[in-house]
């Protein structure tokens, strides 16, 4: 098993990247929504962060470890590659855009309330 993931590591290290990436896109994601400053896109997680909070984490995890598993079924084809390097390039750009809007927002606090002492709640 060793050996067959050192052999095929590129698959499993975007699937990894991945992980990751959908970890941190849920983090930025609900505290985004909890603090109303960005609006989910995907009608589909919308619904389901609307239902269950507990549920939009389990989705946004369990669907890149599914795809960690089926990696050494899919591993020959170049196609699945091609798609795993897209999605992950697709996911650093959704965290690029979060660093960016929660920089913004931190930065926007911090201006309008420089010296005031008391801070509104974020």
């Given at each position: 098993?060793?050996?067959?993931?050192?052999?095929?590591?590129?698959?499993?290290?975007?699937?990894?990247?991945?992980?990751?990436?959908?970890?941190?896109?849920?983090?930025?994601?609900?505290?985004?929504?909890?603090?109303a400053v960005i609006s989910e896109m995907n009608p589909i997680i919308n619904s389901i962060y609307d239902?269950?909070?507990?549920?939009?984490?389990?989705?946004?995890?369990?669907?890149?470890?599914?795809?960690?598993?089926?990696?050494?079924?899919?591993?020959?084809?170049?196609?699945?590659?091609?798609?795993?390097?897209?999605?992950?390039?697709?996911?650093?750009?959704?965290?690029?855009?979060?660093?960016?809007?929660?920089?913004?927002?931190?930065?926007?606090?911090?201006?309008?309330?420089p010296l005031a002492g008391t801070y509104p709640s974020l």
């Amino acid at each position: 098993m060793v050996n067959h993931i050192i052999q095929h590591r590129t698959p499993y290290l975007l699937t990894c990247c991945l992980l990751l990436l959908s970890i941190a896109d849920a983090i930025f994601t609900d505290i985004g929504l909890r603090q109303a400053v960005i609006s989910e896109m995907n009608p589909i997680i919308n619904s389901i962060y609307d239902k269950s909070v507990i549920l939009f984490y389990l989705i946004k995890i369990a669907l890149p470890i599914s795809l960690i598993i089926c990696v050494p079924y899919v591993i020959s084809s170049g196609i699945v590659k091609q798609i795993l390097a897209f999605a992950v390039i697709i996911y650093f750009c959704v965290f690029i855009y979060h660093i960016g809007w929660s920089t913004y927002v931190i930065y926007s606090y911090f201006l309008f309330y420089p010296l005031a002492g008391t801070y509104p709640s974020l």
